[in-house]
């Protein structure tokens, strides 16, 4: 009897000892073991709690450090083939922290506890030059077990010899994929989506039937499906919304659906870009824009405005005529008035009476004349005003220098409706930017803000003139690639130098000639001209 209840006992302890073992309390440090985690959102930066312990290559917890060790390391040692096993109930990814000797490492699989089926094998040389870190995607919505294990011999890419060492283990818990309705368009009309609320809703113009809508759906996370398909009545979904199901064939996820249609028919004008490529300005009833005096009054070229409206001039020109779904006319004032370029080589301090500028901001004493952050706010409607760009109505140069006001800004600049290459920002406070221009008649250069936050401002502008003189009773001209002679002057062109390269009574094409200055004379008469 007596050798009876020794052998139950001494089974008793090996069990007690047994389920310390597994809960991690304390254990030998070589061979593979379990570590149950049941919160596996978590990171493990000191092993020894989960289960190191020996006298060989053991930590200790006083040296531990919770970023990558260097120099004496006491972390746990993978150096005879030991390794370390996590089970946890579901894995998202698992991400090591380790460094040790140059090209040594760690095997790391990864196994369902199911069917100990393997999910991933990996074999990872690390760099101990600093931490390396390894992160493995495993997304398995059951219990795995997760090894890592020092491999006993060579295993390529592990090329050297030594020992590697753990600094952390952080294991991501495995977050299912919902079905969802990623997107819910009609009519060309994005709906607003909350997910988690779990609605939809959109206002649709104005005169939208809502007894019969078909939405455009598209399905996002790992749905496969929804209801309901085709047209639905949605005239009464303000009070009782309409019912729309995600599914995954498992899962599924509901959203109540609202649709409204506008009170009144939308004719909000947001943007008019005429065909000279001038932005115009809208404030309130108003429209402004404007052309190089000299040139045809530019057309409407493209707009934005409210869903089904459409915009017009009005025959006699002096209206912006918006009409609404509802076939009523908004009308808005129209300026639209020619402007006279500056021409000449004096540089000009601005004082706001410049009447070639033209911009939907004010002019300031102290930043001259400015322009405004590139932001459309409710309350300050700077794009749709104006107030984010300036229009500078010049002659034939071949080169603007503007004095900045401001801080530099990030900008845009067109030179008659094309963008250039640069610049791309103003100057600093009182100092100078160029835009170089090739030469053509007349110029009308936009400057647009680029930035989301802050004004910029230029405060004066000098300039390089491509023909200091321009004879009008002759005609002769150059628009940067040829010398116009419409009237047949004998005209002689000579470089810089003073040397005759052309002389002819037509016109003087100057694309081959190499870059520089040029003066062309005709008679008692000479202009300077630049070619690029």
């Known amino acids: 009897m007596k050798k009876y209840f020794t052998k139950i006992l001494a089974i008793a302890a090996m069990l007690l000892i047994g389920a310390w073992h597994v809960n991690g309390q304390t254990t030998t440090y070589s061979g593979s073991y379990p570590i149950i985690l049941t919160n596996p959102a978590e990171i493990h930066t000191n092993p020894v ?22 120099g004496s390391v006491t972390e746990p040692n993978f150096n005879s083939g030991r390794n370390i096993t996590y089970r946890i109930p579901n894995c998202g990814a698992i991400t090591i922290q380790a460094n040790g000797t140059a090209g040594r490492g760690f095997i790391i699989t990864i196994n369902k506890v199911s069917d100990n089926s393997q999910i991933s094998r990996t074999v990872w040389a690390i760099d101990n030059a600093t931490c390396s870190n390894k992160t493995i995607t495993v997304n398995v919505a059951e ?73 455009n759906i598209v399905l996002g996370g790992n749905a496969i499906s929804y209801t309901p398909t085709g047209a639905q009545d949605f005239s009464n979904s303000s009070t009782t919304p309409v019912t729309y199901t995600a599914s995954d064939g498992t899962n599924t996820k509901n959203y109540a659906v609202t649709l409204t249609t506008q009170a009144t ?18 404030k309130g009833e108003t429209v402004a824009a404007y052309y190089m005096a000299g040139q045809a009054k530019p057309t409407i070229q493209s707009y934005q405005a409210s869903a089904g409206a459409t915009v017009a001039i009005s025959a006699d020109g002096t209206k912006v005529v918006v009409t609404g779904a509802d076939d009523v006319d908004r009308e808005l004032a129209l300026t639209l ?58 002659g034939s140069y071949s080169k603007l220098t503007f004095t900045s006001g401001t801080v530099a800004r990030n900008i845009k600049v067109f030179a008659n409706g094309t963008e250039l290459l640069s610049p791309t920002s103003t100057a600093p406070s009182g100092e100078t930017f160029d835009i170089d221009l090739s030469g053509a008649s007349n110029y009308m250069i936009g400057i647009y803000s680029n930035k989301t936050n802050g004004d910029g401002g230029v405060t004066a502008m000098s300039s390089v003139i491509t023909s200091v003189k321009q004879t009008q009773e002759l005609g002769i001209s150059f628009d940067g690639k040829t010398i116009r002679n419409p009237n047949g002057v004998a005209l002689h062109v000579f470089d810089i130098a003073g040397r005759l390269v052309h002389a002819s009574h037509t016109d003087i094409e100057m694309n081959n000639n190499q870059k520089g200055i040029y003066i062309v004379k005709s008679g008692a008469d000479a202009m300077k001209i630049c070619v690029k």
Request: aromatic content about 10%; some cysteine.
């Open 49 to 70: 709690s989960q289960g190191w312990a020996g006298t060989t290559n053991a930590p200790t917890t006083a040296s531990r450090s919770n970023k990558c060790i260097t």
């Open 265 to 282: 028919a939308g004719k909000e004008l947001t943007e008019l870009i005429f065909s000279n490529s001038f932005n115009a300005f809208i």
């Open 143 to 215: 219990a795995v077990n997760i090894q890592i294990l020092s491999p006993t011999a060579v295993e390529d890419p592990i090329t050297g010899t030594g020992s590697s060492y753990i600094s952390s283990i952080e294991i991501t818990e495995y977050v299912p994929a919902s079905p969802i309705i990623a997107s819910f368009t009609i009519a060309g009309i994005p709906a607003t989506i909350d997910q988690a609320a779990g609605t939809i809703t959109a206002e649709l113009i104005y005169g939208t039937n809502l007894t019969n809508i078909t939405p």
């Open 337 to 394: 008035e020619p402007v006279t370029p500056i021409t000449g080589s004096t540089s000009v301090t601005f004082d706001g009476t410049e009447t070639w500028i033209k911009t939907g901001n004010a002019f300031d004493a102290t930043k001259g004349w400015v322009f405004s952050k590139d932001v459309e706010d409710p309350d300050n409607k700077r794009i749709s005003e104006g107030k984010s760009r300036i229009y500078f109505f010049v």
